[in-house]
């Protein structure tokens, strides 16, 4: 059975761990997506997608995600990520979903993943109604992670 998922989140967050691994659990944390098994997906947000500011499933489910994420252990150092979605005009097409993540400001990286959004439309040859996204950053104090992502429920 194919599921399609009927609404999409927005979702960032940030963290720090003694190491890599539990820096990003912090983020996920933060983000609010760290009590579900992820499973990472590509970028298509399917036809009819609501756009929600928050989501509701049971802890522990199943949970699809398209999400960029750094981690860095240089202490003082800047990292981004940004997540950002393009909704078509024809509410019948695919969307798109666009991550990026680098060493750079949160603004740096919204505007990127935005641009994204629009050459992967422009490829697409798809009329875009708007472009939604949202970003973070943080500055590493041992070992730091931010993460950016797009939570397909519904």
């Known amino acids: ?15 720090e761990g ?10 996920l944390l933060s983000a609010g997506i760290g009590n579900y098994n992820l499973l990472k ?6 036809p009819h997608v609501e756009i929600t500011e928050s989501f509701s499933v049971p802890l522990g489910a199943l949970l699809p995600v ?4 750094l981690t860095s252990e240089e202490p003082g150092q800047k990292i981004a990520a940004a997540i950002g979605i ?8 695919v ?6 993540s680098g060493y750079c400001s949160a603004k740096e990286a919204m505007e990127i993943v935005e641009e994204m959004v629009r050459e992967s439309f422009d490829m697409r040859g798809q009329a875009l109604k708007e472009v ?8 590493v ?14």
């Open 1 to 15: 059975m194919l599921i399609v998922p009927k609404k999409a989140t927005l979702v960032i967050g940030k963290g």
């Open 18 to 27: 003694k190491t890599h691994l539990t820096a990003f659990d912090n983020a």
């Open 41 to 46: 997906v590509s970028s298509i947000l399917p």
């Open 66 to 69: 398209a999400y960029g994420s």
């Open 86 to 93: 393009g909704i078509p005009a024809n509410p019948d097409e």
């Open 95 to 100: 969307g798109l979903i666009m991550e990026f």
């Open 132 to 139: 939604r996204s949202k970003a973070i950053e943080h500055t």
């Open 141 to 154: 104090e041992k070992i730091g992670c931010v993460i950016a992502a797009t939570v397909l429920w519904g």
